[in-house]
């Protein structure tokens, strides 16, 4: 697979994207140069064998790291359906993480998503007002995001909700983004339009649910790197994964 760094268990990483429903590897999607699930992968893929060497994540309230899973299926409070599977799940004495994370698909166009009416049921509780309330806002569009996709976050804070009130912990919806450059197949520039509205409605969805029982943290890639850069035993993991991917804003 030449998009797993040679010093990473691939084993591990290919077992984890194979029983996940994104079809990463078998669409090739997984070896673009523009892949988001690649870099996700290659970046947490090497605290698989050795969660506690993980850093708490910059700005995320969580403690010292017990696990780590890549595609981690966070799953609603019903039977059937579609759960949500996040890019990576992190677990602490006290804290489920969930990171979502994007790379170049904030920039591309949107696609069109929704909720089912699956979603309205009184089963979240009091302390995910703002987040039940943001998505009837999005249903009924009174609130409307193109470079970011919200319905998805709050999808995401849903499920983290129903498993982090199953282990009796704290729950944190982590977003992991980059702000590129350029694009990494033609060499063509971002619109930098793009990256600043991006930035901007990541602003709102913070301000929108600030306060719930999920706490939400955007996190930079390029800050989450600079943070591993500083320790030395996460160095060369670091610059293995910047001369893999190149800028990331």
Not at 68 to 76: D, G, K, Q, Y
Not at 130 to 136: F, I, P
Request: aromatic share 8%.
């Amino acid at each position: 697979m030449t998009n797993i760094l040679p010093h990473l268990p691939a084993d591990r990483i290919l077992a984890a994207l194979s029983r996940s429903p994104g079809n990463e590897l078998r669409t090739g999607k997984f070896d673009s140069p523009e892949s988001s699930a690649a870099l996700v992968a290659n970046g947490f893929g090497a605290f698989l064998t050795r969660p506690a060497d993980l850093p708490p994540l910059p700005g995320v309230p969580m403690g010292p790291v017990l696990s780590v899973e890549l595609e981690a299926e966070m799953r609603f409070p019903w039977s059937g359906g579609r759960n949500p599977w996040l890019d990576v799940g992190l677990a602490t004495a006290t804290t489920l993480v969930g990171v979502e994370a994007r790379r170049y698909e904030p920039f591309r166009p949107a696609k069109a998503t929704g909720f089912a009416e699956v979603y309205d049921r009184p089963v979240w509780g009091a302390q995910m007002g703002r987040y039940t309330r943001l998505m009837a806002d999005l249903v009924a569009g009174r609130v409307a995001f193109q470079a970011l996709d919200a319905v998805q976050l709050v999808k995401d804070a849903l499920a983290l909700r129903t498993q982090a009130e199953k282990q009796a912990k704290g729950a944190v919806l982590a977003y992991l983004y980059a702000e590129p450059k350029v694009w990494a197949k033609s060499g063509k520039p971002v619109d930098p339009e793009r990256v600043r509205l991006h930035r901007h409605e990541l602003a709102q969805f913070a301000g929108l649910v600030k306060g719930d029982q999920v706490v939400f943290v955007p996190l930079r890639w390029a800050d989450l790197l600079a943070d591993w850069a500083k320790r030395p035993a996460l160095a060369a993991h670091v610059a293995a994964l910047r001369g893999a991917f190149g800028d990331l804003g």
